[in-house]
């Protein structure tokens, strides 16, 4: 990170830190080993598949706390800060961190946000 750029990092770290917690979300690569010997036809995919699952779980999770009025966003500091993370918690080597959620109360509504026609993004055949 340029030093230059930094202060608005440190802005928004701040805000997390004043934040409730953080979900961290990780994807076990012993697994993803495992499953890439043992089918080596689709060797390339699980990696691509376990983030997909990693995707699917941050999204549920990320609902269930706007459910339960709670506010979140998806922040992605890794793999800058990896290391530090596994050695802070002593968490497996093998654990490949995703995702970082920061979340706690709501301070303000988010702001309006345009979306492009969903007739650009969606293809109905019949
Ligand atoms: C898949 C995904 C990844 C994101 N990664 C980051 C990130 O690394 N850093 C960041 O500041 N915001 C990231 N965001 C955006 C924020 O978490 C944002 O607060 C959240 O998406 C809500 O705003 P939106 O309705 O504009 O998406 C990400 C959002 C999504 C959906």
Redesign the pocket.
Same mark, same amino acid.
């Given at each position: 990170m340029p030093t230059e750029q930094f202060e608005g990092t440190a802005q *928004?770290m701040a805000a997390f830190k004043a934040g409730a917690g953080t979900v961290l979300f990780f994807e076990d690569q012993t697994v993803v080993e495992k499953l890439q010997a043992n089918f080596a036809a689709y060797a390339d995919n699980f990696p691509i598949w376990s983030n997909q699952s990693s995707?699917m779980l941050q999204h549920v999770v990320w609902t269930a706390l706007a459910e339960a009025g709670v506010g979140a966003?998806?922040?992605?500091y890794n793999p800058l800060i990896d290391e530090e993370v596994k050695s802070t918690w002593e968490l497996p080597a093998k654990w490949k961190l995703i995702a970082q959620m920061p979340f706690g109360g709501i301070v303000t509504a988010?702001g309006e *946000?345009e979306f492009q026609p969903v007739e650009d993004r969606v293809r109905v055949f019949k």
């Open positions: *928004k995707g966003s998806l922040q992605h988010p *946000k």
